[in-house]
């Protein structure tokens, strides 16, 4: 990384001191909060994040069939890749949530979390977990899938692990110090991580898993009450025009990292204002106070379709008050259901 070409605009600087200053009040704002919304509000950003994260790289599942997938997860016998792909990312993603303070940022332990990620996908068994051995340059395809040109040339698989030794060890060395922003630095890795492009395949479902943790390691502890990677997934044109600007300019003398902190930068603060706005909704609306707004604001958020087990997963109520709740919401005319017994579905009810 060439720390000294790292130029940050006035808009990325207003962008981090927003970010940073989010940070400092969090842990007030959510000891104040009841911890059902707090269970709510994480478990509806992960699922939120699977989806995301995989439909970026072109996985065509909807929410309804990502919730099936998460629900059946301990025993689903996956039909396809995309099955595979979200049964991974919810697993690593979960492990990345619950013992980010436990893991330390090591080739080994990247190694690690990307088998995790392709645990599921039978077609990449042989990679899962190492550095590529053929070359993965970033191709273009048209409408009909054929390849019309290279994007971006990646380091040969001979490069990668030099290169992903260096920048692991260039991060741990900035992060212990003080003499960038520690946003900036996972900015970097992040870009570079994404040129250096190590992985066979799944580099790019990485790079958001390792941002979440990275995130959170630093001390970003809302990060998994909002997801980040819908916020990219709803932006996808500017992410991939970001990286691009910036991870050509590495071909020279001074490479350009504003394109890629600009975006960065923006996608962070968003997602503050995402979450503030999502909390002071719940406030006007009384849904601290009852159970009943905590449920409608579930099945709200799945306008698709959530079963019972999807609204038990996402709030610390006990069943029997799930279900009193489902039956009041109901008689009021707030949500439908389709389907009977188990395959019962809950949506909101469309005026």
């Not at 001191?17 to 009040?25: D, G, T």
């Amino acid at each position: 990384m060439k720390i000294s070409n790292v130029d940050i605009s006035v808009i990325a600087a207003g962008n981090l001191m927003a970010v940073e200053s989010y940070n400092v009040l969090w842990k007030s704002k959510a000891s104040e909060l009841p911890s059902s919304l707090l269970v709510q509000l994480r478990n509806i950003g992960a699922f939120e994040s699977i989806g995301s994260s995989n439909r970026i790289e072109g996985n065509t599942l909807t929410d309804k069939e990502i919730e099936e997938i998460l629900q059946g997860l301990k025993t689903t016998s996956f039909k396809n890749r995309d099955e595979e792909e979200v049964g991974g990312y919810s697993e690593v993603l979960d492990t990345i949530y619950s013992r980010y303070d436990q893991i330390p940022l090591t080739e080994n332990y990247i190694k690690q979390l990307h088998g995790m990620l392709l645990r599921y996908v039978g077609k990449d068994e042989r990679h899962r977990g190492e550095y590529k051995t053929i070359e993965n340059s970033v191709a273009a395809f048209d409408n009909t899938g054929k390849e019309i040109g290279i994007v971006f040339r990646t380091p040969s698989p001979f490069e990668t692990p030099i290169m992903m030794q260096q920048l692991v060890a260039e991060t741990n060395e900035l992060l212990s110090t003080a003499l960038y922003p520690k946003l900036i630095v996972i900015a970097l890795f992040i870009v570079h991580f994404l040129a250096i492009h190590p992985f066979q395949d799944g580099n790019g479902r990485m790079s958001r898993i390792l941002t979440n943790y990275l995130l959170l390691r630093c001390g970003y502890s809302y990060v998994p009450y909002y997801s980040l990677e819908k916020i990219i997934e709803e932006n996808k044109a500017a992410y991939y025009r970001a990286l691009r600007q910036t991870q050509v300019s590495f071909k020279t003398d001074s490479p350009d990292y504003r394109p890629w902190i600009d975006f960065f930068s923006s996608i962070l603060v968003k997602q503050t204002e995402m979450l503030e706005e999502k909390i002071s909704a719940y406030k006007k609306g009384g849904v601290l106070k009852t159970d009943e707004q905590i449920v409608l604001d579930i099945i709200r958020s799945t306008p698709r379709g959530i079963q019972f087990a999807g609204i038990n997963n996402a709030c610390d109520m006990k069943e029997n008050s799930i279900r009193r709740v489902l039956k009041t919401l109901l008689e009021q005319g707030f949500i439908e259901k389709t389907g009977t017994g188990k395959g019962t579905w809950y949506m909101p009810h469309l005026k």
